[in-house]
């Protein structure tokens, strides 16, 4: 199994406080995503990175900023958490190194964290 | 951007049967790659299948095989000699050349003893 963890894998929060996920790899990958999934959408991507410090927003980042300070972790914050952010957070890494080859095309997943904004 | 739809929602089948999961998908790149993920109850998500665009042959493992057809830009999943534990949720997903992946909505997969 690829290594990565995601911290806490469960939160309880109250509306308005801050909250912090972590994604924690082993496996030197270049990509880092965080998605969320709720159900009837599937997975949709909040931010992405590409490298340390290099990170760009997916389709539902508004309210959700992350940072990457080293390879291995990848940091989502919900500045001020809302009710409409109560889901389940996935991290998934990536190794894909271009065009032509298989090698390390697959996205591997954490475990998740289920995170309800009461 | 790409979009992937998985149309059926929820599907059944019997145990040792054949099951068929669609996914279509939109995009104009020719180069990229397909998956179908599997999530069970334990909400991990594993990877059952994966498709290179630029191959016609259409991939399987074991019991899980692909319909990949290009120009109809469709990505079958069939799963034969169903199994309880094939009870899951499916993900068809795309990857494309600037490294985002797409998936769809998944489908919710029970298998009946």
């Known amino acids: 199994d690829a290594g990565i963890t995601q911290s806490p894998r469960h939160k309880v929060t109250e509306t308005g406080t801050p909250v912090t996920l972590r994604c924690h790899q082993t496996e030197n990958h270049r990509y880092m995503y965080w998605y969320r999934q709720d159900p009837g959408h599937g997975l949709r991507l909040i931010h992405y990175?590409?490298?340390?410090?290099?990170?760009d927003k997916g389709e539902v980042s508004d309210g959700y900023s992350v940072s990457r300070s080293k390879t291995e972790d990848f940091l989502l914050t919900l500045e001020s958490a809302t009710s409409s952010q109560t889901s389940v957070y996935f991290c998934a890494i990536s190794g894909f190194s271009g065009q032509g080859t298989t090698l390390n095309t697959e996205a591997f997943f954490g475990q998740g964290t289920r995170l309800t904004v009461v | 951007a790409q979009t992937v739809t998985q149309s059926q929602p929820e599907m059944s089948v019997q145990e040792a049967e054949t099951v068929t999961l669609s996914c279509t998908y939109d995009?104009?790149?020719?180069?990229?790659?397909l998956f179908w993920y599997k999530q069970p109850p334990s909400r991990q998500m594993i990877l059952v299948i994966r498709?290179?665009?630029?191959?016609?042959q259409n991939a399987t493992e074991n019991r899980f095989s692909v319909n990949f057809q290009k120009a109809a830009k469709s990505f079958s999943l069939k799963i034969s000699d169903s199994q309880l534990g094939d009870t899951a949720m499916y993900f068809c997903?795309?990857?494309?050349?600037?490294?985002?992946?797409?998936f769809g909505t998944g489908t919710s997969l029970t298998v009946i003893p």
């Open positions: 498709q290179e665009a630029y191959k016609q």
């Open positions: 990175s590409y490298g340390v410090k290099d990170t």
């Open positions: 995009t104009s790149e020719n180069n990229y790659y």
């Open positions: 997903a795309f990857l494309d050349t600037g490294n985002q992946f797409y």
